[in-house]
């Protein structure tokens, strides 16, 4: 399945894509795409429903983030050895994991605004891995069993909040908007491996980040079992799982973003994104 939450923001309603491409109404059915919505038993509910049946949504609707009210944002960085690569960095011994707090999801075609006083805003496609069965001490080879879907996320960076302004990671990735998420949340059943998905963001029509999930140094099963160690994963809480090469963080000169520069990506079966970046408030 494919699950959506469309409408304005703040007032999304639960949505489902159907295979002819039409979007389908599931307010009638459940309240949101989230917490018990995603555990196995109402992932199971909402595929015994008939399409066909469910009401349709008007094609010009507003497509917010896939997934209402997360729990936690558990993001991973310097997860793909290519990226590592390029900032000269060695790999991690262990997953490095960050928080960006869950009010800067946004809408897959939003606008992404300019921070205040920002100057170095990045972007980072990355794979989102969303969690559908409490997770507390899983092994890895048990992990993807709490997987309810995956997501296109893209980890949007204000650098020198990040690194320069002290303290830990979060204040850099947290700005309203800087995490686009969706269109869709794609059910685990339709996603054999996701090792071997390809990732593509482009700035302006050219390519800046091309890569494949088989990069990943902790696996998404590696990335489960490690977090479930240090806190329980609930239904509903998303795992950004790390960004492949071509930021602009890590190229020379850096090549910031800057307002008007369109962002474009995509992740195959998963769907694509597509931003503008307007000038700060």
Same mark, same amino acid.
């Given at each position: 399945?494919?699950?959506?939450?469309?409408?304005?923001?703040?007032?999304?309603?639960?949505?489902?894509?159907?295979?002819?491409?039409?979007?389908?109404?599931?307010?009638?059915?459940?309240?949101?795409?989230?917490?018990?919505?995603?555990?196995?038993?109402?992932?199971?509910?909402?595929?015994?429903?008939?399409?066909?049946?469910?009401?349709?949504?008007?094609?010009?609707?507003?497509?917010?983030?896939?997934?209402?009210?997360?729990?936690?944002?558990?993001?991973?960085?310097?997860?793909?050895?290519?990226?590592?690569?390029?900032?000269?960095?060695?790999?991690?011994?262990?997953?490095?994991?960050?928080?960006?707090?869950?009010?800067?999801?946004?809408?897959?075609?939003?606008?992404?605004?300019?921070?205040?006083?920002?100057?170095?805003?990045?972007?980072?496609?990355?794979?989102?891995?969303?969690?559908?069965?409490?997770?507390?001490?899983?092994?890895?080879?048990?992990?993807?069993?709490?997987?309810? /879907?995956?997501?296109?996320?893209?980890?949007?960076?204000?650098?020198?909040?990040?690194?320069?302004?002290? @303290?830990?990671?979060?204040?850099?990735?947290?700005?309203?908007?800087?995490?686009?998420?969706?269109?869709?949340?794609?059910?685990?059943?339709?996603?054999?491996?996701?090792?071997?998905?390809?990732?593509?963001?482009?700035?302006? @029509?050219?390519?800046?980040?091309?890569?494949?999930?088989?990069?990943?140094?902790?696996?998404?099963?590696?990335?489960?079992?490690?977090?479930?160690?240090?806190?329980?994963?609930?239904?509903?809480?998303?795992?950004?799982? /790390?960004?492949?090469?071509?930021?602009?963080?890590?190229?020379?000169?850096?090549?910031?973003?800057?307002?008007?520069?369109?962002?474009?990506?995509?992740?195959?079966?998963?769907?694509?994104?597509?931003?503008?970046?307007?000038?700060?408030?």
């Amino acid at each position: 399945m494919k699950l959506m939450r469309v409408g304005g923001s703040g007032a999304e309603r639960p949505a489902m894509l159907c295979p002819a491409g039409r979007m389908r109404d599931l307010s009638g059915h459940v309240n949101e795409i989230g917490g018990e919505a995603l555990t196995p038993a109402g992932l199971d509910r909402l595929r015994a429903l008939d399409p066909t049946t469910l009401p349709e949504l008007p094609s010009t609707i507003r497509v917010g983030p896939c997934v209402g009210r997360p729990g936690k944002l558990v993001c991973v960085g310097l997860n793909y050895s290519d990226h590592a690569d390029e900032l000269g960095m060695n790999y991690p011994e262990e997953p490095i994991l960050f928080s960006k707090a869950t009010s800067s999801l946004a809408g897959p075609y939003d606008d992404i605004e300019m921070p205040r006083d920002g100057e170095a805003l990045d972007y980072e496609i990355e794979l989102a891995v969303v969690i559908g069965a409490k997770a507390r001490y899983v092994s890895r080879a048990q992990a993807l069993n709490h997987v309810a /879907g995956y997501a296109l996320f893209n980890d949007v960076s204000e650098r020198n909040f990040q690194t320069r302004r002290g @303290g830990q990671w979060m204040k850099g990735k947290s700005h309203d908007g800087f995490g686009p998420l969706g269109p869709w949340l794609v059910t685990a059943d339709e996603v054999p491996d996701p090792q071997a998905l390809e990732l593509e963001l482009s700035v302006n @029509g050219g390519v800046r980040q091309k890569g494949s999930t088989g990069r990943m140094i902790f696996s998404v099963a590696e990335l489960i079992s490690y977090i479930s160690r240090f806190m329980t994963l609930e239904p509903g809480d998303i795992i950004p799982t /790390g960004t492949p090469p071509g930021v602009a963080m890590g190229m020379s000169p850096p090549a910031w973003l800057v307002p008007g520069d369109v962002l474009e990506l995509a992740i195959e079966g998963l769907g694509a994104q597509r931003c503008r970046i307007l000038p700060p408030p």
